[in-house]
């Protein structure tokens, strides 16, 4: 088993900066790869940004170039960096842990860009 905490979300105006965090116990060493989703009501779930256990990163279209993730494994915590946001950024973001076999989830932050 493992679990994900999230923190970091927030009400911030458009152009302005978040950095989430997502700090993982339990079973961690089982994990392969952590990303970042994002929700908004009525849609599926997204994938935004994703990690390697070897630190290869994946982002999605609409972020790249923008966000960035990160992880810091002495710390067990993945992190991402959202500056110039824009009110399509706005969800609630889910941290996601994959051992091989299970998906694991945080608990969702909100995510609101506006003026």
């Known amino acids: 088993q493992v679990q994900l905490v999230e923190s970091g979300g927030g009400l911030v105006q458009p152009g302005g900066s978040l950095r989430l965090s997502c700090a993982a116990s339990g079973s961690i060493f089982s994990i392969n790869g952590m990303g970042w989703y994002r929700q908004v009501p009525g849609k599926e779930r997204e994938l935004v940004a994703y990690i390697s256990s070897e630190f290869t990163t994946y982002y999605d279209d609409s972020v790249k170039d923008r966000f960035t993730i990160s992880r810091d494994n002495a710390k067990n915590t993945v992190y991402l960096q959202m500056p110039s946001l824009k009110s399509d950024d706005t969800a609630v973001y889910y941290c996601?842990?994959?051992?091989?076999?299970?998906?694991?989830w945080g608990q969702g932050t909100q995510v609101t860009v506006s003026s």
């Open positions: 996601n842990a994959f051992d091989g076999e299970y998906h694991y």
